[in-house]
């Protein structure tokens, strides 16, 4: 039983009204949806309460990088660097070789990039290809980065500036089709293997009192431990927490304004070191400019938003890459959010270690606080840890879709997106097959695609659907458009369910 829907959500809080489960995690971010993989394929009973929906938090507002660490080797963090790179393989390899694939990463050698400065480039990326030998990743998955020619930098990132152009250096990463789809993929691997998934419950304290947000009803629920991975949140259930959140923006722009790049593009920023701002394609033509890295002071926003001025940044810094300036007319859509990162340490954000830790606060609650998207399986591992003395199984358990046969013939947006249940998606259109075709003029999503988000991946509201099981959201006119279809994908699963 894989599907996550609204009838099974009920039956569950229903259920656990009369059950004590092992572990209640609290969170369904991707550390927590990690944790209750790792919890219930170690043989633990699991129940996972997120407030909102899955991914509504931190986790679908990253970069969606599949880090291998390289920047954490500039600051002199080599345990943490070597951890990315292990986490990556695994990601790239075994557990969601659909979601993740290798990312070309450019840094053009212009007059911002000053030959010191290039040659230290350099030196990094081979340290970097050293930690992808160290963790196992073979070059057929990351190849080995290289110096570019001024032609083939050109045709690789058609809009760079080409005055005083001397070449690039080309360097690989992982990149994610989507980080709120591997959090949903988690999600339902682990209601696979018997996790029950609650969303719209809200934990009020680490005791087991919830609300459940869609009638407002209190619910109890009871565990043996419980452990709160609610990110940036974490001091609202664990007071004891000291956390120093930092916020980051993207800016989406239409790929055709940086002349359809086919690798991400780096440009420092002036005056900064071991800092860049870069723009990362996207499949739908879209790219994603990033990235903003300031301390975020005062209570936390349900959702962060980007400011005027921190998109003005990030278009003014890549532009000194460019040929021709960016205009704020060209953003089509912007994003922001908020890293959970670990107080403790003085100076910027940006240097501040990506770590993670999981203590016990005195209520008896542990919390998994820091860390980032790449080690969230690190992260589920260290904590459940704590709970059992069974050994992780996720270094070599691949989620949903991950592997098996991929039918031919199918829309290759089904297969880049869904891996191997495309075909168990595309069925949902055989009954009407206008459901393969674009749920709105313009709009890159198909109608399966709605269908399937709510009869399997647990979507409740239009918002779920535009914002988190697809991302039509992250460009504005797409969000609009679809939104109708969106309701209708949403009338139709209930009119087919019984009453
Ligand atoms: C701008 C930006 C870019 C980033 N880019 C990258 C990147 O490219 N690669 C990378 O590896 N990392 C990246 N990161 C870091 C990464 O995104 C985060 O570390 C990670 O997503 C945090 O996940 P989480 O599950 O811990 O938190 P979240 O995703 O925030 O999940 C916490 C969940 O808890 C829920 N919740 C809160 N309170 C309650 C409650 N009382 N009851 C029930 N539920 C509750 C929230 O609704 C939320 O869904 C980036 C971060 C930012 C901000």
Redesign the pocket.
Known sequence: MNRLTALRRARELDALSSRTVDVLV????????GIALDAVTRGLTVAL???????????????????GGLRYLGTGDVGLALESARERDVLLRVSAPHLVRALPMVAPLGADLGRRDGALLAAGHRAGDGLRRLAGTPRSALPAPRRLSVAETVRLLPAVRRTELRGALLGWDGQLED?ARL?VTLARTAASYGACVLTR????STDGT?RDELTGAPVHLRARAVVN?????AD??APQTRLRP?????AVLPAAVLGHPAAAMTVPVPGERNRWVFAVPHPDGIVHV??TDDPLDGPLPEVPRAQDSEIAFLLDTLSRGLAVPLDRADVVGSF?????LLAGAQGRTADLS?RHAVVRGDDGAWT?LG??????RRMAQDAVDVLTDVPCRTKTLPLLGAHGPVPGGLPPRLVRRYGSEAGEVAQLAAADPRLLAPVAPGVPVLGVELAWGVAAEGALTAQDLLERRTRLSLVDAWGAAARPAAEAALAGERAGLPS
């Open positions: 609290v969170g369904g971010g991707v550390t927590g949806c309460v997120e407030k909102d929906d899955l991914a509504h938090g931190t986790s679908r507002w990253s970069s969606k990088l599949v880090h980080d959090v419950v809200r934990a009020l919830c991975a609610t990110g940036a949140w609202t259930l930092s916020k980051g923006v993207h990033g990235l922001a959010g908020v890293r959970p990506r998994v860390g980032k998207l790449t080690t969230y």
